[in-house]
């Protein structure tokens, strides 16, 4: 193909996909000044002049000639705002890769940028597009998600940086895919009634949260915690959040004090993504020891139900029932489970493995969304 004049232009509400231009030198090279681009892509570091020069001016016009590389230049707000590519491969599939300047992100315009090129592969002849991105690359995760792709999986030293190999996330999407998010990624809303709050966990939490996690009565009752539980188990719990959401598995709010904010307690809800049952979630908690015995855990547990039960639709989990299991002997979170409407369903005999290779029976709880919630005049 011709360079410019053979580069298709592809637009979609308010987003342009055209030809790059010397004029998109100065703003590429500013925009890859970004930590954020240069942490998540494989430009140089340090990225000169020169190299937008060379890139947009030699690299990107001889991609359209030789047909291994499709380069677009994203206008946005009438300027330049980002590329996005596209390179073919053997057997009718191909890979896909983007960039968006810092000011023009989070309006949208990457999750159109790649539905019109995805478009335009299938529209080529291709049968499938990849996407690639480093392991943590939460943004470009969700854009590709918004768009359907699907069947991500983590290949572990999968992608090299500048000569380092980093673990990598792909996932695809095939010309007769619904080009529609595949499943939920869910979000943590913040919620705050009856004295507490309950937020996302933060990186900040995670001194409070390794003391919960290594007091006794945590220990005890919750005997699947790493023993010493050490700041790194609770970096590594708090990190690992992000995937639970991205995943659908499940949703976990920090419990915080709504004047200081600091970490109270957390609550989950949880197996979301049920084998048998999708439209269940379990949920499951613990609290500070210092916040113990003052209603906390009754009232966060009752502000996750509340969003458990809401629709999907409406921003909340759309389950139509809930379960909770509480060992023998805790009576504290019996209680909790009583306080908030759930129904004693049974014993699970020898069900809870203890540390000392003893099992404990479970008292098993649920609640339909049917069932009158105490308090709520249903
Ligand atoms: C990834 C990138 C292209 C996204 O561009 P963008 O214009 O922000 O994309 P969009 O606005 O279309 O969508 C971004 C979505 O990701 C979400 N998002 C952004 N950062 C996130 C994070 N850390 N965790 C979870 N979601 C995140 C946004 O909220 C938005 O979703 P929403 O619209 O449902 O709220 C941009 O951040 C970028 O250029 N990063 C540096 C280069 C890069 O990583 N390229 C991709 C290499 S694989």
Redesign the pocket.
Known sequence: MRFPEDVPTLTDDGVTLRAHTVADVQPAYEICQ?P??Q???TIPVPYVLQDAAHFLTELIPAGWREGNTWAWAIEYDGRYA?TIDLRPEDGNVGEV??????W???????????GLVVRYGFERGWDRVT????VG???????AW?CGFRNLVTIPAGGVQRGVRRDEWVASIARDDVPEPQGNWWRVPAIEADGVRLRTLRSTDAKRLMEACNDARTQEWLAGLAKPYQLEDAEGFIESR?ENL?SGEGVTWGIADPDTDELLGNVSVFDLKNRIDKTMGEVGYWAHPDARGRGVMSAAVRCAIGHAFTPVEDGGLGRRRLVLFAAEGNTASQRVAEVNGFTRTGRERAASPGRDGTFRDLHAFDLLSTDRLPGSGR
């Open positions: 970004d954020e681009m942490r998540w892509t980002g890769g983007f960039a968006m300047a810092p023009a992100r989070g309006n949208g315009v990457m999750t159109r940028a790649l996407w690639r991105a480093y690359n939460w943004g470009s995760r969700r854009v918004k992000q991205a």
